[in-house]
Nanobody, 122 residues
Framework: QVQLVESGGGLVQAGGSLRLSCAASGRTFSGYAIGWFRQAPGKEREFVVTISRSGDITSYADSVKGRFTISRDNAKNTVYLQMNSLKPEDTAVYYC???????????????WGQGTQVTVSS
């Protein structure tokens, strides 16, 4: 089992940047792929990006490709999401989640953090 805690959210102007962190507890962190998802008010939770256990495989949603970058540091039990060129439509609660493999489906992730709010003003 792994516990996840997100941080780094906040309010930023369009075109700005934020870096989210997903800190994990438990010795098995390196045994999980980590995904980032987001949920805007009134919308379903959607896939943003995922990274494999070793970090050699990543997959991005088309809406964030070229603007967001995921990375992980297994020694620090942490995954990072660097978000650049932010747009108002990126406004959402961002969640990190753990799965055995780097899937894009929400239903494939069984461990979730509590989320961190990202608000992008126009």
């Amino acid at each position: 089992q792994v516990q996840l805690v997100e941080s780094g959210g906040g309010l930023v102007q369009a075109g700005g940047s934020l870096r989210l962190s997903c800190a994990a507890s438990g010795r098995t962190f390196s045994g999980y792929a980590i995904g980032w998802f987001r949920q805007a008010p009134g919308k379903e939770r959607e896939f943003v990006v995922t990274i494999s256990r070793s970090g050699d495989i990543t997959s991005y949603a088309d809406s964030v490709k070229g603007r967001f970058t995921i990375s992980r540091d297994n020694a620090k039990n942490t995954v990072y999401l660097q978000m650049n060129s932010l747009k108002p439509e990126d406004t959402a609660v961002y969640y990190c989640a753990a799965s055995p493999l780097p899937y894009s489906g929400v239903q494939m992730y069984h461990y979730w953090g509590q989320g961190t709010q990202v608000t992008v003003s126009s």
